[in-house]
DNA sequence: GCCTTTCTTCACCACCCGATGAAGAACACG
DNA sequence: CGTGTTCTTCATCGGGTGGTGAAGAAAGGC
């Protein structure tokens, strides 16, 4: 562990802000690779090249370091400005698009990192809910107005959800390695048909 | 934990068939409810009233029981005939309402348990992922037959994972208090379009 | 009756987890 | 130069995990 000479003694040899951003990378790394229980404070120590102890040091708990790891404030809420910017013909095509091209950018995304630890982590499970309704569903079903609004809205994020899960967390093919003209071809109607197309009954 | 008369003294004094039986139904459940990591041996056990040994008794490793539990030979099979047995035109509609059927009669499903797990268990992924391009992708490319069928089969794919995750994974409203024909009604289409539906190039 | 097989319990192992507390080294400031 | 704050390491704790081995009790075969 002396590799760089840094290692190994005790004392400040770093600014606590590098550390702890050192920390925050890898967390959400490992965290939107692995999910939240799976992702132990050690290994992210270890992969940060920090104690596990500095873990607790800045950030208190487990808890309080994927609370950190996920925080977004300022990050998405532009890109979805976006979407509602624009007229209701097309705003599937900015769905699907905004949310391929942010979600591509890199796979330690919040949502991602949601998406994948939900189905296992009630704390992440909220959280996401949380996010979703307020930044989709709600605003979604008030820009509609129609009676069936809010089930409308939540074709969308079945749609959201679908599309997160297949691309980036099973990474099915050939949805994985399409490009994202040709998934805003295929899925934006699809998105579009959920929120002003017409009904069976 | 002498309630009954019969625990607390070793020996045999049940069918060894019986105790297995209820290790598998209540790993069922666990596994179901909470994905595979997050369920431990111990709660199983203690849950099926029951010492942790036996469960690797009987199954070797949590790893044997959860592949046992899983286990869905000849039970999903038929129902996934049945989307083959019609025609193309109204293809949508039949995968909608069997896959909506099935999950509907018991959270305990082998496609649930594997699709909560999958996000954080490599192991539960690979599974899903035979599965998935077993019994749907690779029938579906089959059927169709054109070019982009491979793609379309993903589509369809994306639509059932959002559906499961949606409903009955992470409950969203309404979707996962709406009926089956409410659903089938909204979804049946939008699966027909993924598949037969007009390209937008 | 005995003896073998099957089922059940208990005690235990090594390991890893999240978290704590003390103590020391580097820096910042006076 | 000295003092206090900040950063870092280490040793450790209590608890939970998957998994093992021996030993004992009930049942079945002869």
């Not at 490992?30 to 090249?49: D, K, P, Q």
């Not at 899960?165 to 099915?172: C, E």
Request: with cysteine; glycine share 10%.
């Amino acid at each position: 562990m002396t590799e760089d000479g840094t290692h190994g003694r005790p004392g400040r040899w770093r600014s606590g802000a590098e550390s702890k951003q050192r920390i925050l990378e890898t967390a959400r790394e490992l965290f939107g690779e692995h999910g939240y229980s799976a992702t132990t404070v050690r290994a992210i120590a270890t992969a940060a090249g920090v104690d596990p102890a500095m873990v607790f040091y800045f950030f208190g708990t487990k808890h309080g370091l994927f609370g950190a790891a996920v925080e977004m404030s300022g990050n998405v809420p532009p890109a979805i400005e976006s979407i509602f910017a624009g007229g209701l013909d097309t705003i599937g095509e900015r769905i699907v698009r905004t949310l391929v091209e942010n979600l591509d950018k890199s796979g330690r995304t919040p949502l991602v990192m949601l998406t994948r630890s939900a189905p296992t982590d009630a704390q992440s499970e909220a959280l996401l809910r949380e996010f979703i309704d307020r930044e989709i569903t709600d605003r979604l079903a008030a820009l509609l107005g129609t009676p069936d609004a809010a089930l409308r809205a939540a074709m969308v994020n079945v749609q959201i959800l679908g599309l997160t899960v297949a691309r980036y967390i099973m990474r099915i093919e050939p949805i994985a390695s399409s490009s994202v003209d040709e998934l805003v071809d295929r899925f934006g109607p699809l998105v579009q048909h959920c929120l002003t197309g017409p009904t069976a009954s």
